[in-house]
């Protein structure tokens, strides 16, 4: 779907409080998008000024993201759970945790600044896991200058919806979500601020994991444990959270860019290093907006799938490719025990979203 020109213009204008610089920035794009069709990223043509052609590695870019300037890390976010802080209420596990909506330039692709709005600054926001069974409390504060909300995909009382009307949250003001962890799987957070798809898009969703509490699961214990972190089972484990976006950078409602956790191309720059004697686990979330769905595709390799990671059992077995639609998700595992090492692709299977930067390797050794 496209909009018109002033329909455009509108929704530039709306995208955030912009600085001269800012504005000068969003306009640009959108006038070069004019010209150059679809994709034109900005001032250059095709796929944009910045992706070359290099018979060595196909589509690419040249360049690198600062994600120092930036403030997160494409490979730190593959690990780096926020466990939040955990302490003892009436007898019961409380994990509580803060997280502040803020207006942020991000460098989404080397020399494409993006006005984002970030949860905890960085686009996913913080990937939140958890046990099942917990009570949780999240603090959210707005520190932005737009509405926003947390709403979470999980089991929870109307008015913890995070939705207009219910932990509505407007700039300067705070809200307090708590409801029990359940049920134990692969789930995500988003802002459902209106419009939704500019809020989603934006930049607000992440990752938020309730891994099985193996008491409540006897018959599959040992599937449970596994996912459990912190276990001697789960310690075994590669886990991965891996978040598949794209950005309209130039908000003519298509995407210039995809990715997985946010920076085009940034596991194929390093590659995703796996041990080959460890089996790898994939926590993997679509939020990806405007195009109706995404997926994943790994080489030289099949895996098993757990839709929602509501299951202790997976829905699919021996696949190489899923798809997922907005708000799907799902739990991979797999290993490279018997591959020879070396670097192996994934990559969505629509050929444009991998061209455009959803392309990643790992490197097994
Ligand atoms: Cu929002």
């Not at 494409?112 to 917990?134: D, S, V």
């Not at 799987?185 to 459902?192: F, T």
């Not at 409540?216 to 976006?245: I, T």
């Amino acid at each position: 779907m496209r909009f018109d020109r002033s329909r455009r213009t509108i929704l530039g204008l709306l995208a955030a409080p912009l600085g001269a610089a800012g504005l000068s920035r969003l306009v640009g794009p959108a006038r070069a998008q004019e010209h150059t069709g679809h994709h034109g990223m900005g001032a250059g043509s095709g796929h944009g000024a910045h992706a070359a052609h290099d018979p060595d590695h196909g589509n690419r870019m040249v360049g690198s993201v600062d994600h120092v300037r930036n403030g997160f890390d494409p490979h730190a976010m593959l690990t780096d759970w926020d466990v939040g802080k955990i302490s003892r209420e009436n007898g019961r596990t409380v994990r509580e945790w803060e997280v502040i909506a803020a207006d942020q330039e991000v460098e989404i692709a080397p020399g494409i600044f993006f006005p984002a709005w970030t949860y905890n600054g960085r686009i996913p926001g913080p990937a939140l896991r958890c046990t099942e069974g917990e009570r949780l409390r999240i603090r959210f504060a707005n520190g932005s200058s737009h509405p926003h909300t947390m709403h979470f995909h999980g089991i929870h009382p109307a008015r913890m919806d995070g939705i207009p009307g219910a932990g509505f949250v407007q700039p300067g003001d705070s809200f307090t979500y708590e409801f029990e962890a359940l049920p134990f799987g692969c789930h995500l957070y988003h802002c459902h601020s209106l419009p939704l798809k500019r809020h989603i898009h934006k930049g607000m969703y992440g990752a938020f994991i309730v891994d099985p509490d193996p008491e409540r699961h006897p018959l599959e214990r040992q599937a449970a444990e596994s996912r459990l972190l912190g276990s001697p089972e789960n310690a075994g484990w590669q886990e991965f959270v891996m978040v598949m976006n794209g950005f309209d950078t130039n908000f003519d409602d298509e995407n210039e860019v995809y990715a997985v956790n946010s920076i085009p191309f940034a596991y194929t720059e390093r590659p995703i290093r796996i041990e080959r004697s460890r089996p790898v686990r994939v926590y993997l979330v679509n939020v990806t907006e405007f195009d109706p769905i995404n997926s994943f595709h790994l080489h030289a390799n099949f895996f098993d799938y757990y839709d929602h990671g509501t299951t202790l059992t997976p829905t699919l077995r021996t696949v190489d490719t899923i798809m997922q639609c907005q708000g799907q998700r799902g739990i991979l595992e797999f290993t490279f025990a018997e591959h020879e090492p070396g670097l192996y692709m994934f990559h969505a299977h629509q050929s444009e979203f991998a061209e455009l930067g959803w392309m990643s390797h790992f490197e097994v050794v």
